[in-house]
């Protein structure tokens, strides 16, 4: 018989989600339901209700005997290999159009210079240039025009745009520009998500500075909505703390604190999983370990070296480049539910897309 109060460890990935529950004397039970990617919440109440069920006891009341709820997600990242987040616009100081696209000129494997560099999120026809310039000791060059932000709002509006990221040069020693560049856009575009590079990487390095901020915007419709109708209803069905995250760093956070930042989530699922490689570690007596997930849609390799995970604050998501603190963890696009296809030249194609929590064959081959 468990003994409340509870704890709760939840995570979500592309084809399950996964239940722990700890009662107050430390013993384990885990429950497992189908994800439901159309509305992630969902999976989540499942497995509550699995839990719930085994306790012989109604939602509301198993909630309301937890003290503690902490959640792990790799949505955020199933959203970045999958290619499913907003449309994004960008606006970047005049004549740094194209920063994002160039990159930083160089392959990751100069011996491999056949791979393609991976799309693109922002067309550049969404990456839009305002007038103003500050200097690398914050001294403003050009003033700000606010006419150039009402400018590119008029072709956000038309084409669609979700969400906007702001990458000005030399924001991180003066970020004034971006600050008043995203209050002209909240006034002309209410209803568009927009974050600053100032807010979520104020650091020196341009590209990957860019590259940080336009995955927070990209992910951000699909993640922010999903956490705060998550923690609405188990507010509602009885939960009597707030739902805690996991962020890459492996540390716990606020559904309050992560909406300006999503992109932190990015590694939430396998970043929990450090604390297992710890465990294990002590239990073999093993300081050097290696931690293999994989998922449905994603797979993640974690190396605990004399007793330590690596930490950093650059990570690399399917080519994509972010200045986040991580923990240090390498991700590729496949799984165990990871599609095949043929392109149109006939060759065979795996991923990104993952059957999620319904697979099975279609009848037909898929074409691309």
Request: glycine share 10%.
């Amino acid at each position: 018989m468990l003994v409340a109060p509870y704890r709760v460890g939840v995570d979500i990935g592309g084809t399950f989600t996964d239940l722990v529950l700890v009662d107050a004397r430390g013993a384990v039970r885990a429950f497992k339901a189908p994800s439901v990617p159309s509305d992630p919440t969902e999976g989540v109440l499942s497995a509550v209700g699995l839990a719930a069920d085994a306790l012989a006891m109604d939602v509301k009341t198993f909630l309301s005997s937890t003290e503690l709820f902490v959640h792990g997600s790799t949505i955020a990242t199933n959203t970045l290999l999958e290619k499913k987040g907003a449309k994004v616009g960008l606006l970047v100081t005049e004549g740094f159009r194209d920063s994002l696209e160039i990159r930083r000129s160089i392959r990751e494997n100069v011996w491999d210079h056949r791979r393609p560099f991976p799309e693109v999120l922002v067309p550049r026809y969404l990456r839009l240039p305002v007038t103003e310039r500050v200097e690398h000791d914050g001294t403003v060059r050009i003033p700000f025009d606010p006419k150039s932000v009402t400018a590119a709002a008029r072709v956000f509006a038309e084409e669609g745009v979700e969400a906007v990221a702001i990458c000005f040069l030399h924001s991180y020693a003066n970020p004034e520009h971006e600050r008043a560049a995203k209050a002209e856009l909240k006034k002309l575009l209410s209803d568009v998500w927009v974050t600053t590079s100032s807010e979520i990487s104020p650091t020196i390095g341009e590209y990957e500075r860019t590259s940080t901020t336009v995955v927070n915007a990209y992910v951000s419709r699909r993640v922010v909505p999903y956490l705060e109708n998550l923690a609405a209803r188990l507010a509602v069905l009885g939960l009597p703390r707030k739902l805690l995250m996991i962020q890459s760093n492996g540390g716990a956070i606020s559904i309050d604190e992560i909406g300006h930042a999503p992109a932190s989530l990015v590694l939430s699922g396998p970043a929990a999983g450090v604390g297992s490689l710890k465990f294990f570690g002590q239990d073999t007596g093993s300081e050097h370990l290696i931690s293999i997930e994989v998922g449905g849609t994603s797979c993640d390799v974690t190396l605990m070296e004399h007793g330590m995970v690596s930490m950093t604050d650059q990570i690399v998501v399917d080519g994509y480049h972010l200045n986040i603190p991580s923990v240090d963890i390498y991700t590729v696009g496949a799984g165990g539910g990871t599609i095949a296809s043929v392109d149109g030249a006939g060759l065979l194609k795996a991923g990104p897309e993952g059957a999620g929590s319904t697979p099975g064959p279609t009848g037909r081959v898929r074409r691309w």
